[in-house]
């Protein structure tokens, strides 16, 4: 199992674990990019982020970027913690995706026969990116963190019922403003979890054991080891 870097306590183990943080959510971008290619309907953050990007006619790294940074915007009004990472998060995972479309990486499935096991593969590498960009121990990303700071006001609200909530208006926008929605959709929004669990059941990871480091501290170190 991958070990986060003298945790974070060093700038070289900060840059290191950015470094680390950068790569997995650029490959996560990939995973991204095969649920899309599926072409079965795409996962629900997807769905708001196509919609945006077929309405207003812009990439789809440039919606993500606007909705990442959007989220990360109400993240800090709640007051929830934030990582460097999270920046990361916000401007990597999307121009990824953009990336690859430039290249063609992966023809568009012209069948659910070749679309499903394409996007089970695409949810497989989303797993175990997020578990090695969440070992960097650097933030989390800002819909995770929008989830979390949402329960913590929701009272008795299970965690589970707001996630679905969330997921469902990101859906519902994303599919008003043109966004793919199909089974594929359901496959995202309800496999996502069970797969990452087992993904982090192999590499022996247990998410809630990681203490990510906030902002203002990494940046303190940052310039207490390179200002000096």
Known sequence: MLKNLSYNRTGSAIVLNMLLAAVSLFVNGFGIYLTIQA???AAPWDVLNLGISKSL??????ASIAVSCFILGIDIFLREPIGIAMFIDAFV?????????????????SSPLTGIPMMLLGLV????TQYAYMIA?????????????L??????????AVSIALLSSATFIGWLLGGPV????????FGAGPVMQLAFRTVHFDATGIHHQHLLDSFRILFTHFGA
């Open 137 to 149: 121990s650097l933030g989390c990303g800002p819909r995770d963190t929008l989830l979390v700071g």
């Open 93 to 109: 995972v999307g121009k990824s995706v953009d990336f690859f479309n430039f290249v063609h990486a992966v023809p568009v499935a």
């Open 125 to 128: 590498i989303l797993a175990y």
């Open 182 to 189: 199909g089974i594929g959709t359901l496959i995202c929004a």
């Open 57 to 62: 006619g812009i990439l789809y790294g440039t």
């Open 151 to 160: 329960t913590k006001r929701a009272g008795h609200i299970p965690i589970g």
């Open 39 to 41: 072409n079965l309907g």
